[in-house]
């Protein structure tokens, strides 16, 4: 049978133990900032490669983030999340003006309609 080895354990200086709180809790920040821009952007429906870019997290940070706050991104671009549901309100008397605008110049109609 081994002998186990013995742990000695290392004093840690009280100043040490102040900055390394005040680490924890600065981290603890940060990580809600970023995971409410994340999950904000997520909403917006836009990639995980643009949320990449303006949080400055990795990719397996922003899915697990978005997955822990129920976040779905395809929610935005099926058009069924609250977000994509408020802009297809706001946005269709726009889009149905444009639709009519493309549709006259590729019919050639004009104004006679």
């Known amino acids: 049978m081994k002998a186990r080895a013995t742990v000695i354990p290392i004093p840690i200086p009280a100043a040490r133990i102040e900055y390394l709180r ?7 920040i940060q990580g809600q900032a970023e995971t409410y821009q994340a999950g904000i952007m997520g909403l917006m429906g836009m990639s995980t490669k643009a949320i990449m ?3 400055g997290l990795r990719q397996h940070q922003i899915t697990y983030r978005l997955h822990r706050t ?9 058009g069924t999340g609250p977000v994509a549901e408020f ?27």
Request: aromatic letters at 6%.
């Open 87 to 113: 802009i297809l309100n706001k946005a269709q008397h726009f889009a149905r003006e444009e639709f009519i605008e493309r549709m006259r110049e590729k019919l050639n109609l004009g104004a006679e309609a």
């Open 22 to 28: 005040k680490q924890k809790a600065r981290s603890k």
């Open 70 to 78: 129920g976040v779905r991104i395809s929610d935005y671009r099926n």
């Open 53 to 55: 870019a303006r949080t």
